[in-house]
């Protein structure tokens, strides 16, 4: 999903928080871009990250950096619950 996107939704729907999730190597870049994309547009909502191509290093060392706001890494969906 392109951040223009997932920024018009925010917009429309007022999240407590964003979820985002790569299956894929590229996936994970693009969510580089996308949190960056999203702090941007001045939305400072929780992300919570996950997906079979991410791991918390690459959380924390490029995902978190280009937000700026608490991006959370999930390894699963139930994970990410608790």
């Given at each position: 999903m392109?951040?223009?996107v997932l920024?018009?939704?925010?917009?429309?729907h007022?999240?407590?928080a964003?979820g985002?999730?790569g299956l894929?190597?590229?996936?994970?870049?693009?969510?580089v871009v996308?949190?960056?994309?999203?702090?941007t547009?001045?939305?400072?909502?929780?992300?919570?990250v996950?997906?079979?191509?991410?791991s918390?290093?690459?959380?924390?060392?490029?995902?978190?950096?280009?937000?700026?706001?608490?991006?959370v890494?999930?390894?699963d969906a139930?994970t990410?619950?608790?």
């Amino acid at each position: 999903m392109p951040p223009d996107v997932l920024i018009r939704a925010y917009q429309e729907h007022k999240p407590d928080a964003i979820g985002l999730s790569g299956l894929l190597v590229k996936s994970t870049q693009q969510m580089v871009v996308t949190a960056g994309d999203l702090k941007t547009a001045g939305i400072g909502v929780p992300l919570l990250v996950g997906g079979a191509a991410l791991s918390d290093k690459f959380t924390r060392t490029k995902i978190a950096p280009a937000y700026g706001e608490a991006v959370v890494y999930a390894k699963d969906a139930m994970t990410g619950l608790a």
